[in-house]
């Protein structure tokens, strides 16, 4: 069956500009989470969704916003762009809630340059 | 609170031999305890994963991976290199809060 599938793969935006990720996890899975992955920071939890429910929230400021559909598909926005946004942007589901050893699995990220 | 450690962010073997990313967590709760693989410009892809039973875990590719509480360890190896080895592998752990919590990376390179 389809993996993680996330659009765009590959997006350049100017600075102070917002942008709009989106994410369809595997077919059945209703949990949907997040991560931001820099050279400098690596690889950062930014949230997780389960049931169209924010259940955690890592340690971002507010301008970095999710929400997940009725379809378990997500999407996640960045306001007011800034150049040390520039990352990938790594969406992941399982099938149940995240943090009780359900397989984790990763789509192919989408890639944010900001200019 | 948790976190994970992982010694050396490069690592190089020659082919076919011994392939050994340490990695050494934090947690204050039983973790449940992941081994992931980038290639480059790809996503993660899930080697292995330990939760609880048997602490020998068998995962994808010839990997396997030890958990060893006393030692708040899970490292990774396997036995011969190949070159399609080559890539970023990163170990997490999750266990409270619904979150995974990463290493660093090692950077797998491999010699033929």
């Known amino acids: 069956k389809a993996g993680v599938t996330q659009t765009p793969r590959y997006l350049i935006k100017t600075r102070g500009q917002q942008v709009t990720l989106s994410c369809s996890p595997i077919?059945?899975?209703?949990?949907v989470s997040w991560y931001q992955q820099t050279p400098g920071q690596g690889l950062q939890f930014l949230f997780e969704?389960?049931?169209?429910?924010?259940?955690n929230k890592g340690n971002f400021p507010g301008r970095f916003s999710g929400r997940q559909f009725s379809n378990s598909r997500s999407e996640m926005n960045v306001s007011t762009l800034e150049l040390g946004d520039s990352a990938l942007y790594l969406c992941?589901?399982?099938?149940?809630?995240?943090?009780?050893?359900?397989?984790?699995?990763f789509g192919e990220g989408s890639w944010l340059t900001v200019v | 609170a948790q976190s994970v450690t992982q010694l050396g962010s490069h690592v190089s073997v020659s082919e076919g031999a011994l392939v050994l990313l340490r990695c050494n967590y934090s947690?204050?709760?039983?973790?449940?305890l992941f081994w992931y693989v980038q290639y480059p410009n790809q996503g993660l892809q899930l080697l292995l994963k330990?939760?609880?039973?048997?602490?020998l875990v068998k995962g994808i590719n010839g990997f396997e991976a030890e958990f060893k509480k006393s030692e708040t360890s899970f490292h990774l190896t396997k036995p011969s290199a190949h070159m399609s080895d080559a890539a970023e592998y990163f170990c997490?752990?999750?266990?409270?809060?619904?979150?995974?919590?990463f290493g660093q990376g090692t950077e797998l390179s491999v010699k033929p």
């Open positions: 992941a589901s399982s099938l149940g809630e995240s943090g009780r050893g359900n397989t984790i699995y």
């Open positions: 077919s059945g899975h209703r949990s």
């Open positions: 969704y389960f049931s169209e429910t924010q259940r």
């Open positions: 947690s204050s709760v039983p973790p449940y």
């Open positions: 330990y939760t609880t039973g048997a602490t």
């Open positions: 997490a752990v999750s266990g409270g809060g619904g979150k995974l919590i």
